[in-house]
């Protein structure tokens, strides 16, 4: 490990001597690509840079307690050297993290897909609920969300929605989210106060800007423009603003009525378009991608769950990590960062015991 990151901070010397010469910065395309390279090694060499600091403090003291000292000076040398210590053990932890092979998508923002699945009216203002963490837990990230299609029930629920959510790193902390949620509760027209129990859908899709990446002929999309509205005559738009794009070789059909101008949903909805042929383009390269996504997304059915939200007990549970809380209501107005948290720890322990025994250089 030692090895691989001292490559990693010559390289950023080497890309910061690059990107300050002329003829680099004149090749855009160039100078685009290695300010990436820049912004992605930075974190991990700061970091490295900071365990050598801390490693010289960790020496320095040592020597020091070998020599002749006054009580009070060598109480101090000492618990300098032992908090040097343990924030060199932490680094250490740190770098391993940092070394792990990162999701390409992870800085990307995101689209988020929910449906109602099992339920009917009861799953459609559950998939409301779900909208409303998401945007709530957005916020505290400091990400901005921009509803972008939905399709509302006559009570206030979702059958669906769709909606982006921006700034760096929103893959990273949404990613988890795929899959199907199942919620018990007792509604509000069960006579009886009986429990049901309902599913909604999430899909989370990495959001593609790259025309590089992606490349749609033209030829092969339709293109429906319709006036927007929301239940019960709201949001009614006077003008067909609204658009609706069909990519006639997958299927795939997209839609955007939230902005004023028809340009702009057309450009909203070409950008979803672009992330779902992006992911169905992932999964195709390799089958077990393919599985996986299968397992998180699934049909709907109450079975298929990753995470159950049960209000008379007030719990949350993760089901891929065996988590529960007792803590519904403050998850579901944006407190995630307890279950996000233990999936990320999850994920990244897991990718510690695939790459071996790491840092024993260190």
């Known amino acids: 490990m030692f090895d691989k990151v001292q490559l990693a901070e010559n390289r950023y010397e080497e890309i910061t001597n690059m990107i300050s010469d002329p003829d680099v910065i004149s ?66 932890k740190e770098l391993k ?43 505290k990230c400091g990400f901005r969300t921009t509803l972008m299609d939905y399709n509302e029930t006559e009570i206030g629920g979702f059958k669906e929605v769709v909606f982006s959510i921006d700034g760096k790193g929103a893959y990273s902390k949404f990613k988890f989210e795929s899959g199907v949620h199942r919620v018990q509760r007792v509604p509000e027209t069960e006579a009886q106060g009986r ?36 239940a019960g005559g709201q949001h009614i738009n006077k003008t067909s603003s609204a658009v609706r794009i069909i990519h006639k070789p997958s299927g795939i059909v997209v839609a955007c009525q939230e902005e004023r101008s028809q340009l702009q949903n057309k450009e909203k909805a070409m950008t979803t378009l672009r992330s779902k042929l992006y992911d169905m383009a992932q999964r195709e390269q390799s089958d077990a991608v393919a599985q996986d996504r299968k397992s998180q997304v699934g049909t709907g059915d109450r079975g298929e769950k990753i995470r159950t939200y049960n209000y008379p007990q007030g719990r949350i549970t993760d089901h891929r990590v065996g988590l529960t809380l007792y803590k519904l209501e403050a998850v579901l107005n944006g407190d995630m960062e307890d279950v996000v948290d233990v999936l990320i720890t999850t994920e990244q322990a897991e990718k510690l015991g695939n790459s071996g025994n790491m840092g024993d250089e260190f």
């Open 195 to 230: 429990i049901h129990t309902s599913t909604v859908t999430v899909a989370v899709l990495p959001e593609v800007d790259d025309v590089e990446e992606v490349t749609i002929n033209p030829a092969d999309i339709e293109m429906q423009v319709y006036r927007a509205s929301g």
């Open 97 to 139: 993290i940092l070394l792990l092979p990162k999701d390409p998508n992870d800085d990307r923002n995101v689209i988020v897909e929910i449906r109602g699945g099992a339920g009917g009216d009861e799953a459609a203002l559950f998939a409301y609920v779900l909208y409303r963490m998401y945007t709530k837990f957005a916020e």
């Open 27 to 92: 090749n855009q395309d160039l100078y685009r690509k290695l300010m990436k390279e820049h912004a992605d090694l930075e974190e991990l060499v700061n970091k490295y840079r900071e365990y050598k600091k801390t490693s010289e403090t960790v020496t320095e003291t040592r020597g020091m307690l070998n020599e002749q000292l006054d009580e009070e000076f060598r109480e101090l040398c000492q618990a300098e050297f032992e908090e040097a210590q343990e924030q060199l053990e932490e680094i250490k």
